[in-house]
């Protein structure tokens, strides 16, 4: 008996090693010196965590109400104001102070980056990890209806069942979650494949450990690395995702200020007051670019090559 007992704490114990792998404070040191070292990467953090900054307290950064429709916002011909030292990025066509919308414009891009991406991501670890794990006619079904999702034009289908389902931002969270959930289950289920066939597994099974538990609690942990690559790097395309459907004006609905709707309403300025589409432009590009270059250091700092999962 005593024996038994011996074995399964040894096979727990490897399971347990296999898991954990490095240990955690020489992890965070190893991403903290290589982040320090990255210049590129660092930037990217900079813009990420600026962004973040923002879309949080935009309330008390910004200097008026986004919706105030300022009576001296225009010109006397009722023209834009360029940027002056009252509205220091200008006013857009309703006189509106152009710094205010756009700092509250974060927290829409936050928003939707966060819950879409969020709730995408999990779907599709959820999907990918079952499909791998269980085998069969179950993998058969869900990797044959993520192989559907992904024939469809996603810009397209994400206009069509915005249009079906009416514009708003719960709608916008939900249609963008569905349609890029399937990367991430296409990515999950080949390294769940992998996974469920190395020998921590094994021991899993030996000391009891039943399919939810083996899935959840020694497989997924592998993958943490990945999932958050992934997610990060999603940001940017929801983010892009979201300016996109809210410049063809089925996103988010004025007067809630958003990057793609304040370029769409700077669409007949962009000549004689091109600071109205320049500044939240300027504005998406600088967030994609600052998720991208985060997203591509983690992909080389956290790479699964150079991990457990190698």
């Known amino acids: 008996m005593q024996q038994q007992v011996a074995n399964t704490f040894a096979l727990e114990e490897m399971a347990r090693d296999e898991l954990l792998g490095e240990p955690e404070g020489s992890v965070w040191q190893r991403v903290l010196a290589s982040l320090v070292r990255d210049k590129a990467a ?31 916002g225009l ?22 102070d152009l710094l205010s919308r756009l700092l509250y414009g974060a ?9 879409a991406n969020g709730l995408a991501m999990i779907i599709g670890v959820t999907v990918g990890a079952t499909a791998a794990y269980a085998g069969g006619w179950v993998a058969t079904v869900l990797m044959r209806l993520t192989d559907i999702m992904m024939a469809f034009p996603v810009l397209l289908f994400a206009i069509a069942l915005i249009a079906i389902t009416s514009p708003s931002l719960t709608n916008i969270i939900i249609v963008i979650a569905i349609l890029y959930w399937t990367t991430t289950a ?21 000391i009891g450990a039943s399919g939810f538990r083996t899935l959840f609690f020694y497989i997924l942990p592998h993958l943490t690395s990945v999932i ?39 669409q007949s300025y962009y000549r004689a007051d091109p600071w109205m589409m320049l500044f939240p432009g300027i ?8 998720f991208n270059l985060l997203g591509d250091w983690l992909r080389d700092t956290l790479d699964p090559v150079h991990s457990q999962l190698g």
Do not use: C
């Open 75 to 96: 010109s006397v011909t009722g023209a834009p104001l360029a940027p002056n030292h009252h509205f220091v990025l200008g006013t857009d066509d309703l006189g509106r």
């Open 42 to 72: 660092l930037f990217g953090a900079l813009i990420v965590l600026a962004f973040v900054l923002v879309a949080i307290f935009a309330p008390l950064l910004a200097p008026f109400n986004p919706d105030t429709e300022f009576t001296n």
């Open 228 to 266: 958050i690559v992934y997610t990060t790097l999603g940001v940017a395309t929801t983010v892009l995702v979201e300016a996109a459907l809210s410049f063809v004006g089925i996103g988010v609905q004025p007067p809630t200020p958003s990057w793609g709707n304040m370029i769409n309403e700077a």
């Open 107 to 115: 927290r829409v891009s936050l928003i939707v980056g966060l819950l």
């Open 283 to 290: 504005a998406i590009v600088l967030t994609v670019l600052g």
């Open 186 to 206: 296409r990515i999950i289920y080949g390294m769940v494949l992998s996974l469920k066939e190395r020998e921590f597994v094994e021991a899993a099974h030996a």
